[in-house]
Every structure is written in structure tokens, then in C-alpha cells.
């Protein structure tokens, strides 16, 4: 990995880490939002169920998905470097472009969710549930998600950049991006969902699911950690069922 291209990759990934970092919700307040309940959030609401709302919404969604899903794409962007040193040509630029667009349509989709479900009552201003049954739903959901046909389909080809690229040389840097974009997506997208259950807001969350998700593409590893995760997460459903938590 060298050359400019590669340091604004960087650049970015940490600097939405760093926005991020701004942006996220400390421990006391989110202890100060539990012990004061509604009148705290009255006075001091993180985010509110209107177009301004949305659009803060959106840009945390956007941040969490270039800082989290970039990193774990990092292999395959690498395996399309290197595909220059055989003469292909290469747009290193238009691929990330694409890549990103897909991520940036999720953001408008989730953050979409996060303000119908806030609306409703069912999370905090933080974007964390705060009902038992939606919880246990979305844990559920991703843990099932993780046995499923769509789930090998597409790890296998996050797992396999170098044949998943050509296959699709001809169609270009930004549709190959858009591509790989959507394949990560048929990754992901469950697992980025729990934000809802982790919080939103929460750096730690943020961190650990990008571990896992990394991991999780890497073939040597991954083939370990899909299934297992799967069960970790169903497990997880039933007991947050269980204990209303």
C-alpha cells in the first residue's frame, strides 16, 4: 500500500473516526438520561423527530459507515491495486467512490429507520432501544441473517477479491466500486443494525463491530466466526427476551 491515494484513504477513515469521536455520547450523560428520563431528553435532546433530526441522523450514519465498512474493505481495495502491476488499468478513486455510494445509501435508509422507530418511542435520542421486544427482534434478526444462502454468497465473495474483480473488470472502476459495495452490504447490513441494541452513539460498539466484520472477510478466519457469531446473537435475542432487558 503506497501513494497518496492510499493516505486520503486514511485520511478519511480516521477522520470519520475522529468526527465521530465528537460526536458520540459520553457514559454520564447517557446514565444522566436514564436517572431524569423524558424531562432530561426535553432539555437536552440529542436529536429530534424532524427534518433537521434526519439529516443529523444521516450524516452519523454516513460517518459510522465510511470509519467502520472501509477498514474491512481494505483487502479488496488492495487486491485492485495490485491488479495494475499486470497493466490493467486502474481508477483507484471511482472505485471508493462507488464503494462508499452504497454505504451512503444504506446511511439514508437507516437513518431513516432510526427516526421512524424514535418517533414511535422505541429509542432514545442516542439511537439505543429502549424496548425489550425491539432489541431481542434485531438480535434475531442478525443472528439468523448469519445462516443464510445470501450471507455465503456474498462473504464468499468479499472473501475472494481477486476472482470477484475479474469477473467484473469490464464494467469499470465505479461499478466494480458499486459492486463491491453491494456485496459488503449483503455482508453487513444485519450486523450494522445493531447499532440500534449497542447504541448508535457508542464508540465501543462501533469498534467491536468493525473488528468482527473485518474478521468475519478474511478467509482464513471468517469461515470460523460466521456461525458461531450467528448463535452469540440468538442467544443474545433470547436472553435480552427473557429478562426485558
Aim: charged share 10%; net charge neutral; hydrophobic share 60%.
Amino acid at each position: 500500500m503506497r501513494g497518496p491515494h492510499w493516505l486520503l484513504l486514511f485520511a478519511l477513515i480516521l477522520g470519520a473516526w475522529g468526527v465521530l469521536y465528537m460526536m458520540s455520547a459520553p457514559a454520564e450523560l447517557r446514565s444522566a438520561g436514564r436517572v431524569y428520563g423524558a424531562s432530561f431528553w426535553a432539555e437536552l435532546c440529542a436529536l429530534t423527530p424532524d427534518a433537521a433530526g434526519y439529516l443529523k441522523m444521516a450524516l452519523m450514519w454516513a460517518l459510522m459507515s465510511a470509519a467502520m465498512m472501509a477498514p474491512t474493505a481494505l483487502p479488496a481495495f488492495a487486491t485492485y491495486e495490485d491488479l495494475a502491476s499486470t497493466g490493467a488499468e486502474t481508477r483507484f478513486g471511482a472505485l471508493i467512490g462507488g464503494y462508499l455510494s452504497i454505504w451512503l445509501g444504506f446511511s439514508l435508509v437507516a437513518a431513516a429507520a432510526q427516526l421512524v422507530l424514535f418517533s414511535a418511542g422505541l429509542l432514545d435520542p442516542f439511537g439505543t432501544s429502549v424496548s425489550a421486544a425491539v432489541s431481542a427482534g434485531i438480535l434475531a434478526m442478525a443472528g439468523a441473517y448469519q445462516f443464510t444462502p445470501l450471507k455465503d454468497a456474498c462473504l464468499s465473495k468479499c472473501r475472494m477479491p481477486l476472482t470477484f474483480f475479474m469477473q467484473h473488470w469490464d464494467e469499470g472502476a465505479f461499478r466494480n466500486g458499486l459492486r463491491l459495495g453491494a456485496v459488503c452490504l449483503g455482508c453487513c447490513w444485519a450486523l450494522m443494525l445493531l447499532a440500534f441494541v449497542g447504541g448508535v452513539m457508542s464508540l465501543g460498539f462501533m469498534a467491536l463491530a468493525t473488528l468482527l466484520m473485518a474478521l468475519e472477510k478474511l478467509p482464513d478466519i471468517g469461515r470460523w466466526l460466521t456461525r458461531p457469531l450467528g448463535v452469540a446473537l440468538l442467544a443474545g435475542a433470547v436472553y435480552v427476551a427473557a429478562n426485558g432487558l
